[in-house]
């Protein structure tokens, strides 16, 4: 799941070779031999929701890979010239057709075996009526003990749903910040 290796040099399109610059650094990077420049690769950002409708939660039956069939958060990659509280809105707008209250976050999630940090935050619906796009094949909310743990798409998703639950049975709502292998 790691981002694929580069292989052209986005400055000048020659082959870049993989190794440690000269510039005191010490990991390796896609260096291009013709023009120098380094090409420096960091994790990217997953940003989604939690959308509830009183003590049922929103999920979606993924229509693509990977995870087709199973049931996932609305989430997905942040865009460049977004926030992240936007990033959230958009992908619930896209994977449900949601309208949201955006709250406050639940999760913030390193997951460095895929090069990610995933932010969920918690959201109130404004409606019980979606409109999924064509990500997704269903949008339907879920009780607690309706939750079909053994179909979600993702083991963040799974965390995430697990604190949300946690946190309503405590009646405080807090910000869980942990690694995911
Ligand atoms: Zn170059």
């Known amino acids: 799941m790691?981002?694929?290796?580069?292989?052209?040099?986005?400055?000048?399109?020659?082959?870049?070779?993989?190794?440690?610059?000269?510039?005191?650094?010490?990991r390796k990077r896609a260096v291009c031999p013709g023009c120098e420049t380094?090409?420096?690769?960091?994790?990217?950002?997953?940003?989604?929701?939690v959308p509830y409708w009183g003590d049922k939660v929103l999920l979606c039956k993924r229509n693509i890979e990977p995870g087709?069939?199973?049931?996932?958060?609305?989430a997905g990659f942040m865009e460049l010239g977004e926030s992240t509280q936007q990033g959230a809105a958009r992908e619930t707008d896209e994977e449900a057709g949601a309208r949201i209250e955006m709250q406050g976050l639940i999760t913030v999630m390193s997951v460095p075996r895929a090069g990610q940090v995933h932010l969920y935050y918690r959201a109130r619906l404004l409606s019980d009526?979606?409109?999924?796009?064509?990500?997704?094949?269903?949008?339907?909310?879920?009780?607690?003990d309706e939750i079909?743990?053994?179909?979600?798409?993702?083991?963040?998703?799974r965390?995430?749903?697990?604190?949300?639950?946690?946190?309503r049975e405590t009646g405080r709502d807090t910000v869980h910040n942990f690694d995911v292998s």
Do not use: M
């Open 68 to 74: 087709w069939g199973k049931w996932t958060l609305p």
């Open 38 to 49: 380094i090409h420096y690769e960091n994790p990217l950002n997953v940003v989604g929701t």
């Open 2 to 26: 790691l981002h694929r290796p580069i292989k052209h040099c986005r400055n000048c399109g020659a082959a870049v070779v993989y190794r440690i610059p000269d510039d005191g650094d010490t």
């Open 159 to 167: 965390e995430t749903l697990l604190r949300f639950f946690s946190d």
């Open 129 to 144: 009526q979606f409109n999924p796009g064509h990500e997704t094949i269903e949008a339907r909310l879920f009780a607690q």
């Open 148 to 157: 079909p743990w053994d179909e979600i798409a993702f083991r963040t998703v």
